[in-house]
């Protein structure tokens, strides 16, 4: 799912494409960094940081969940049992997502489980 990045992040082509991007989303108002503090430039900065993760966390998380499309065998008693998606809020260290995760639900036992 994730790969690593290059050691030296300015080289990377991509990567300076994505930083444009943001530069031009989070200082686009003031048309110029120079205008501003260093802490407003600071928080900027940081509020894109943490608004990406949020974003990276997320669309991992949805494709993790795209496994409720497959019956899974329940951990208790093998028996083959079908998905679901529950999405609920989840509070991470970059802010809260809404997190969705594959639910399965066995009809033997009455276990539910959440498969990785």
């Not at 930083?19 to 600071?42: K, P, R, S, Y």
């Amino acid at each position: 799912m994730f790969r690593s990045s290059p050691t030296d992040s300015t080289q990377d082509a991509r990567l300076q494409r994505l930083l444009g991007m943001v530069e031009d989303e989070f200082f686009a108002v003031d048309q110029t960094a120079a205008g501003v503090n260093f802490a407003a430039i600071e928080q900027r900065a940081h509020d894109a940081g943490r608004k990406v993760a949020r974003l990276l966390c997320e669309q991992a998380a949805s494709q993790c969940a795209e496994s409720a499309q497959r019956e899974h065998a329940c951990p208790d008693c093998g028996q083959l049992c079908a998905g679901t998606i529950e999405e609920r809020p989840l509070d991470t260290r970059d802010g809260p997502i809404p997190l969705k995760e594959a639910r399965h639900d066995c009809p033997r036992c009455r276990r539910v489980f959440f498969p990785q």
